[in-house]
């Protein structure tokens, strides 16, 4: 299952973190971030322009461009 870009999903949306299709620096500040594959992120604003989100306790808002390299699919 590849999954969607994590600013495709509305407000709202809980996804799980499915792959991150980015090269190994970005890849290693994101896993820093908890952004890691099996990790439930709800999406409190997403669309177009910066993408907020809650993470494992924490808010974190990322630039569409990183966003757009985030695969995640809907959680269940």
């Known amino acids: 299952m590849t999954g969607q870009p994590l600013n495709c999903f509305p407000a709202g949306s ?27 992120v709800e999406i409190t604003s997403g669309g177009y322009g910066p993408c907020r989100m809650k993470v494992r306790n924490s ?9 757009s390299k985030i695969m995640a699919f809907k959680a269940d």
């Open 14 to 40: 809980k996804v799980t973190i499915a792959h991150l299709d980015t090269c190994r620096g970005a890849k290693s500040r994101l896993y820093s971030m908890g952004l890691i594959p099996g990790t439930e």
């Open 59 to 67: 808010e974190l808002v990322l630039g569409h461009g990183m966003a």
